[in-house]
């Protein structure tokens, strides 16, 4: 019977997942991920392995702006800082065990940097300030030549790893969802011990966080590194995967997505942000599929795929933040209980 | 068992059989971004010259099948849509648009051997020892800077002092193409550049950049961006009444700029690539006959008229290709180069491609507008100069 | 007599034109339990700020343990021993009574983000011997059935013991508590005098407690410390400071007003 399990130490009952059940079906659905490749064409691949990214980077906006309360436009900025650091490392040979950790320290070092301000600021006005951040960065990215190509761009080889080609998006998908998979779990443990307790901590009551003991400034620096760092690699993968970035890759609009994808997922949830980031990165696939299904009958549509897209995008958003606040995570959180005590439900 | 695997055989010979009548190409059109002013009619264009390619036998029988997308003249869009079209599409080959894009994919093109011919007339990719898989139909943006220049050179009677010119360009790689070879053409000529302006993707009002190059004095002033901004920088040029002269590139400079800039645009000379819409050439016939068929009460312009020599160009080179037994890439992109003084019926200048020059012309046509109309004033015949090749 | 494990002398501290402490000394024994009291607006709370260092005082000296803590923040007199809780509630809503309780450890735990992210080897035996401490502490407090609770979502009375506990939780050598038991009943009340009488008895911590029950500070205090207006104006054992008269006309006068 499922109703109920018992742990009988602490170790057990402070496990990562709360249930026997419940790694049961995580290493099924490991599974089921790993079998997209065999079966799913290069269309299919390239937007699995853009979610994946996108998780990466929905996860660490997530820890600075979810689980710490720090509000942050400045997501597509961190993305940029990873995927030039990766073109300028990958172009002068480093390879890809080296290029896409670097890429992550710098764009933490960048985070760390625009992450001062929150010293001082905080809501919107540190919002104001990473804004700030998004457009000095953008301004290097399209005038910087000589690292970033400026605005035509730049390419980026493929990965290499002990001289396997990581040349297409069946191959680089293992390389990107284990590094996504990777993240999560980090992620997942840092929310139940001691780092990623101050940081929520620090949303919930930053005087008492400072009372109880926890350096304030400096944990929420720490944090903006820590997402800094993840934004980072999503960038460095980004740059892999893509081939040739260019400043037309981290408009202001990308950061818009990611906090819709955490917003839509759940605020201070990990697995709100997988749901939010696939959900987002399934989102104008699915509308593209259904505008070109419809365009022998509407031609036109295909023209109206763009204003389509962020329309249906904006409403979306509404329609979670009035409906259901805490998310998709929250949402499947409710399903679960309603099954795990089934026939009990009520 | 055996019933299913045999219907399933069927099926699978059905489908390749299907396959194999077909050929597919990738299209990448901006229908909505900000060249999308030029970009539409070019689409049109390159859908109506496939259709009328299917329509009069194909390529050797076997049919085009145009795989196109809107990609908005974003580069991450097209990377997208480049990866969809060689993946699971599997196209042959790639009818691209824009400069940043193009320029951005001539890596992956060239290492997957996808021939990619492109609206894009950046010298930048006339190099084949650096792009051997890259392609387009008409003269370089450079050259075409070059000639403007050589005529501005003749149109100067001044003879104290050198003329001064702005260039005008788009903070992206198409409007930046010319730009390097523009500068150092004007020291060879003597002609003064005494300005640069930078205008943004898309555009308002100029008057800020105006202002500037009126200060520094220029006596004419080349504008590379697309025929919206082209008639922006006009309408405000005239409001100042600057008396500066003004030129564009081949993107800029079509029918629809004396009707939308109305009397700014008198005099206005142009780089033309491609001849108006309904010009008394010869390889115009199909086109106006096709229009007539199809869509009569549609207009069009010499955007339209690109996309046709486009898909004339290639499907020729398709066929030949398939002649040749090598219907690849690579076979294709061979093909292209085995075109010699290609004829198009007067629409463009004939093309020419080898395997160490991809500068299909190098003869570049300047209009003028005179009374409203597109009026062809001058032909020159560029240089092939081995050191242009490629800027 | 040993030195006294705190000493305030001559704190003043103003809001502007708002004197809210004027001139106050005094100083707190080892293993006391002390009260502060004084009417509404007296500046008790703003007293207690500046001994744990949410507020700097513009003048005056704070010495705790013999150490000069007057310009140290919050978070390193903490470190030092020194935890409070607030007068409304300032737990972290969104967290479990158990996460609010390890915030309490954090300043005695070790383990950094990567020994924390990867879960592995020293970080995770600390955290497992964290929660045991922890559990101590809900044990005591009688909060075993809330324990994976958000505390938001707790009763009032049961919202002021997890504060308590958070901070207990920290270990500390003084405990400042900002009326520990408003706005509880009777039964609560009596269950939080007993906690507090443990804490202070049976794990030797010095306890300074404001409070408004009179019944409650008469009962419990060693010593107690009147404010009015910003200044001591007793200082002293509870029945000496009940008979005082300028105390009597303090709290005649506030209720007058
Ligand atoms: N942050 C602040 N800014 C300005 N004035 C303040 C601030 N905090 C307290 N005060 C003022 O200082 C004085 C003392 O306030 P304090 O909160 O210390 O009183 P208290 O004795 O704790 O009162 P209560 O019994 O109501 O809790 C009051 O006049 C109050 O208005
Ligand atoms: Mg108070």
């Not at chain 1, 269309?43 to 998780?55: C, G, P």
């Not at chain 2, 085009?64 to 990866?83: F, N, T």
């Not at chain 2, 046509?365 to 062809?376: E, M």
């Not at chain 3, 994976?148 to 308590?164: D, N, P, S």
Request: aromatic letters at 10%.
């Amino acid at each position: 019977m499922l109703s109920g399990e018992f742990h009988t130490s602490y170790a057990g009952d402070m496990g990562i997942f709360e249930t026997r059940r419940a790694r049961w079906v995580l290493a099924a659905f490991i599974i089921a991920v790993f079998a997209i490749p065999f079966v799913a064409g290069s269309y299919w691949l390239d937007v699995a392995n853009r979610a994946a990214i996108a998780v990466i980077a929905a996860t660490g906006l997530n820890i600075l702006t979810g689980f710490t309360g720090q509000i942050s436009l400045g997501n597509a900025a961190f993305l940029a800082v990873g995927a030039y650091t990766t073109a300028f490392l990958a172009n002068h040979g480093a390879p890809f065990v080296i290029a896409c950790p670097v890429a992550g320290i710098v764009a933490a070092l960048a985070g760390m940097v625009f992450g001062i301000p929150s010293l001082r600021l905080k809501g919107l006005y540190l919002a104001m300030a990473t804004l700030a951040a998004h457009f000095i960065i953008e301004f290097t990215s399209s005038h910087w030549e000589a690292v970033t190509g400026g605005v035509a761009g730049t390419s980026i080889p493929s990965p290499r790893i002990l001289g396997y080609d990581f040349s297409d998006d069946r191959r680089l998908f293992f390389l990107i969802v284990p590094a996504c998979i990777a993240h999560l779990y980090f992620a997942k443990n840092l929310f139940r011990t001691r780092v990623g307790k101050a940081f929520v901590a620090i949303r919930d009551q930053d005087i008492s966080a400072e009372v109880m003991g926890v350096d304030v400034f400096r944990y929420k620096l720490l944090s903006f590194a820590v997402s800094s760092f993840y934004v980072g690699v999503a960038g460095s993968l980004l740059a892999y995967q893509a081939r040739i970035i260019s400043p037309e890759n981290f408009p202001l609009g990308v950061a818009i997505d990611h906090l819709g994808m955490i917003i839509i997922g759940g605020l201070g949830s990990v697995l709100g942000s997988i749901l939010g980031a696939v959900f987002l990165t399934l989102l104008p696939e699915v509308l593209r599929l259904a505008a070109s299904a419809l365009s022998g009958s509407f031609p036109h549509l295909v023209q109206l795929f763009t204003p389509l897209k962020v329309a249906v995008f904006g409403l979306t958003i509404v329609l979670f933040l009035i409906f259901e606040p805490d998310g998709l995570a929250d949402l499947w959180r409710r399903v679960r209980n309603w099954f795990r005590l089934y026939p009990f439900s009520y | 068992m055996k019933l299913i695997s045999s219907a399933l055989l069927v099926l699978c010979l059905a489908a390749s059989a299907q396959a194999q009548q077909e050929i597919k190409v990738g299209g990448i059109f901006d229908l909505t971004g900000i060249t999308s002013d030029v970009g539409k009619p070019y689409a049109q264009g390159v859908r109506d010259a496939v259709a009328w390619t299917n329509e009069s036998g194909g390529i050797n029988g076997k049919k085009i099948r145009l795989v196109d997308v809107d990609y908005g003249y974003k580069i991450p869009e097209a990377v997208a849509a480049y990866k969809r079209m060689t993946g699971d599409e599997k196209v042959i080959m790639i009818n691209g648009w824009g400069t940043g894009d193009t320029e951005g994919l001539k890596a992956q093109v060239n290492q997957e051997k996808i021939p990619y011919v492109s609206a894009s007339f950046s010298a930048h990719l006339t190099d084949p020892s650096k792009t051997p898989y890259n392609f387009f139909v008409g003269p370089s943006y450079s050259d075409g800077l070059r000639a403007w220049l050589r005529w501005v050179k003749e149109d100067w009677k001044d003879k104290s002092r050198n003329a001064k010119v702005a260039f005008f360009y788009g903070d992206n790689a198409y409007g930046k193409s010319p730009i390097e070879a523009g500068r150092r053409f004007c020291k060879d000529t003597g002609v003064d550049l005494v300005d640069e302006e930078i205008v943004p993707g898309a555009f308002q009002d100029a008057t800020s950049q105006l202002l500037n190059m009126k200060q520094k004095g220029a006596d004419y002033a080349y504008i590379n961006v697309t025929t919206t901004g082209v008639s922006t920088i006009l309408r405000d040029a005239k409001k100042l009444g600057l008396p500066t002269k003004f030129g564009s590139n081949p993107y800029g400079f079509g029918e629809a700029l004396p009707q939308v800039a109305k009397e700014a645009a008198e005099g206005v000379t142009g780089v033309m690539v491609d001849v108006p819409f309904g010009e008394d050439v010869p390889g115009m016939k199909r086109l106006v006959d096709f229009h007539q068929k199809n869509h009569p009460s549609d207009t069009h312009d010499t955007f339209y008229v690109r996309g046709w020599t486009y898909v004339l160009v290639w499907s020729e080179a398709l066929k030949r290709a398939d002649k040749a037994g090598k219907l690849s890439g690579e076979g294709v992109k061979t093909a292209l180069e085995t075109l010699k003084d290609f004829d198009l019926g007067g629409l463009t200048a004939p093309v020419t491609y080898t395997s160490s020059d991809h500068r299909p012309t190098t003869t570049v046509n300047i209009y003028q507008i005179k009374n409203g109309k597109l009026t062809k004033a001058k032909q020159y015949e560029m240089e092939r100069k081995p050191e242009w090749l490629g800027l | 007599m040993s030195s006294p494990l705190l000493d305030i002398s001559r704190v003043a501290l103003r809001f502007g034109g708002v004197t809210a402490v004027s001139d106050v000394s005094f100083s707190v024994a080892r293993g006391a339990l002390n009260a502060i009291i004084g009417p509404n607006g007296a500046g008790k709370t703003s007293l207690l700020n500046c001994i744990s260092g949410v507020y700097r005082p513009q003048q005056g000296r704070i010495v705790f343990d013999g150490r000069d803590i007057t310009h140290l923040g919050p978070a390193h007199r903490t470190r030092l021993g020194i935890a409070r809780t607030f007068q409304n509630i300032a737990l972290f809503r969104g967290m479990t009574v158990l996460d609010n309780l390890l915030i309490g450890r954090h300043v005695h735990q070790k383990t950094g983000i990567l020994a924390g992210g990867v879960y592995w080897g020293r970080g995770q035996k600390e955290e497992i011997r964290e929660r045991e401490r922890v559990e101590e502490i809900i044990d005591f407090l009688e909060i075993q059935p809330w324990r994976k609770q958000v505390v938001h979502t707790l009763a009032y009375g049961l919202q002021k013991r997890v504060e308590l506990g958070r901070a207990l939780a920290l270990d500390p050598r003084l405990l400042l508590l900002d009326e520990p038991m408003a706005g509880m009943n009777a039964e609560e009340k009596e269950d939080m005098a007993r906690y507090i009488l443990d804490i202070n008895e049976e794990r030797g911590t010095t306890v300074i407690m404001i409070e408004h029950d009179m019944g409650v500070v008469m009962d419990l205090s060693h010593r107690v410390v009147v404010l009015n207006f910003g200044q001591k104006i007793a200082d002293g054992a509870p029945e000496e400071v009940q008979s005082n008269s300028e105390v009597q006309a303090a709290y005649l006068g506030g209720q007058a007003a």
